[in-house]
């Protein structure tokens, strides 16, 4: 189950991935699965466009004095990447479920804001959809050459 996260529990969630976080509102009810392997976070921020920018750490980054500056696509970026590493991590898993946006028409696959809509930027809402729709391609191919992303 892929939720919707804000990008400071987002962050938490990758520095400390064992610890058990607090539940969100919206379908971030998921986010206290996600330590055990049966969610995992996209943070949506909310940002106002992919080029915005916010101090977050990402886990593969060492611990310094001052926090990386990273833009909102590159967060999502490597969120899409722990996505992948999720399903290297629990083969058995197969289905990534996500919210879509029940206004849009049937088989959009665009992702639903609810208590964010309006405040997340057209761009980045068609980013984190398209990503989320390459996580089935980025997984096989991970599995195919033993890479993790």
């Known amino acids: 189950c892929l939720f919707n996260d804000n990008t400071h529990q987002w962050e938490k969630a990758g520095l400390e991935p064992t610890a058990r976080l607090c539940a969100g509102g919206g379908n971030a009810c998921a986010r206290p699965f996600a330590h055990l392997g049966h969610s995992v ?44 590493r999720l399903f290297l991590d629990h083969p058995a898993k ?37 990503k989320i729709q390459q996580v089935p391609a980025a997984v096989t191919e991970a599995r195919r050459c033993g890479q993790r992303p």
């Open 94 to 130: 197969e289905t990534l479920y996500f919210s879509v946006n029940p206004n849009d028409p049937p088989g959009s696959n665009k992702i639903g804001l609810a208590i964010f809509a309006g405040a997340v930027g057209a761009d980045v809402v068609d980013y984190i959809s398209t």
């Open 41 to 84: 976070g996209m943070p949506t921020g909310p940002y106002a466009s992919l080029d915005e920018t916010h101090l977050v750490r990402f886990a593969s980054e060492k611990e310094e004095a001052v926090t990386p500056v990273h833009t909102a696509k590159e967060i999502i970026d490597e969120a899409f990447k722990r996505t992948v």
